[in-house]
């Protein structure tokens, strides 16, 4: 009777153990994705040099243009222009870019982009937005 009732006790030690390390790791996993996670621009990878020419590859004329093109500058913004583009950036800080941030969930210009091209933005200004 002894032994039956120090094998429970072992057993259910044993459960409190591994019940409290997987708690334990469920929390440094959501603390990790906490630290990591913040804002939607970790996740972007950017490869290679981005230049202001790689935008008009990505389709900036076809979700911008018809509101912001040369001649049509809604809100001062002409997406064809370096010198104009560059009004709205801070060159190698895409957080705080209002170029980037209108296209990102929530921003105002969300609905017209797209997942490249507001990555290649993001790319272009986090590489200092070279011309
Ligand atoms: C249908 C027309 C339209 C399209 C398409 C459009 N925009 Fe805009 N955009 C506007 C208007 C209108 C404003 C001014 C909105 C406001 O200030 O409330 C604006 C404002 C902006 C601003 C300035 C915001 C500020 O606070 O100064 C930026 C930058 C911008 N747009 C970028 C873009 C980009 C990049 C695209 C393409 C992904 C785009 N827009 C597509 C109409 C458009």
């Given at each position: 009777m002894k032994k039956i009732i120090?094998?429970?006790f072992c057993l259910i030690f044993?459960?409190?153990c591994h019940y409290n390390s997987s708690a334990k790791e469920e929390k440094d996993l959501y603390i990790k994705s906490l630290l990591f996670s913040k804002g939607s621009s970790n996740a972007i990878q950017c490869n290679g040099t981005v230049s202001f020419s790689s935008l008009s590859a990505?389709?900036?004329q076809t979700s911008c243009g018809s509101c912001h093109g040369s001649g049509i500058a809604?809100?001062?913004?002409?997406?064809?222009s370096y010198?104009?583009?560059s009004g709205f950036l801070q060159p190698n800080l895409p957080d705080n870019s209002?170029?980037?941030l209108v296209l990102i969930p929530g921003?105002?210009?969300?609905?017209?982009?797209?997942?490249?091209?507001?990555?290649?933005?993001?790319?272009?200004?986090?590489?200092g937005a070279i011309q």
């Open positions: 120090f094998f429970v044993f459960l409190y990505v389709g900036i809604t809100a001062g913004v002409d997406i064809s010198s104009s583009l209002t170029l980037y921003g105002k210009m969300n609905q017209y982009t797209n997942s490249n091209l507001t990555n290649t933005i993001y790319c272009w200004i986090k590489g």
